[in-house]
T-cell receptor, first 115, second 112 residues
């Protein structure tokens, strides 16, 4: 299995809702990432997990809460989002943090719309 | 500040021609650079990685070069096809913490 699977593919949520994005990989990668991508912009890093521990939080607002239950799963919990948080949310993995010699594997993303 | 730049937002070429995309970096020396392809609404797909001590790397119709004097990587697609139309992103790792930093990307359009 050489894929990163993200669910759901699309999500529309109100500003008072709580939802979660899910990401799964079975490549044995020990580094997992959340990126946010706005239209016509490159992906921007939000969080890095290394061996299931949070190693980087790029000053992301607390309405985004990551969780890494095990080495294969990564969640992003969403609460009280703003319309400007609407974007494509990408999950990625690599063998180890800071060692992307084989590239990073990205999921197809979750298209999030906050209304 | 350390920058990675793709100065061409868009590139339009005719089918069968070679597409050449440019990635420049300033104020640092990356050990390697990565190239990704991204289709609309999808995640980036890793294509090639080139190390600073490699002049050139090839994969099928793709070729990447790394010029440490010019601080530049070039990405070539030979015999381009309409299916090659996509946004191509150059990326570097920000350090041992694994922050993959992307250039703004170049949108390639190959016309039949």
């Amino acid at each position: 299995d050489t894929e990163v699977t993200q669910t759901p593919k699309h999500l529309v949520m109100g500003m008072t809702n709580k939802k979660s994005l899910k990401c799964e990989q079975h490549m044995g990668h020990r580094a997992m990432y959340w990126y946010k991508q706005k239209a016509k912009k490159p992906p921007e890093l939000m969080f890095v997990y290394s061996y299931e521990k949070l190693s980087i939080n790029e000053s992301v607002p607390s309405r985004f809460s990551p969780e890494c239950p095990n080495s294969s799963l990564l969640n992003l919990h969403l609460h009280a989002l703003q319309p400007e948080d609407s974007a494509l949310y990408l999950c990625a993995s690599s063998q180890l943090v800071g060692q992307g010699l084989y590239g990073y594997t990205f999921g197809s993303g979750t298209r999030l719309t906050v209304v | 500040s350390q920058k990675i730049e793709q100065n061409s937002e868009a590139l339009n070429i005719q089918e069968g021609k070679t597409a050449t995309l440019t990635c420049n970096y300033t104020n640092y020396s990356p050990a390697y650079l990565q190239w990704y392809r991204q289709d609309p609404g999808r995640g980036p797909v890793f294509l090639l990685l080139i190390r600073e001590n490699e002049k050139e790397k090839r994969k099928e119709r793709l070729k990447v070069t790394f010029d440490t004097t010019l601080k530049q990587s070039l990405f070539h697609i030979t015999a381009s096809q309409p299916a090659d139309s996509a946004t191509y992103l150059c990326a570097r790792e920000g350090g041992s913490q694994g922050n993959l930093i992307f250039g703004k990307g170049t949108k390639l359009s190959v016309k039949p």
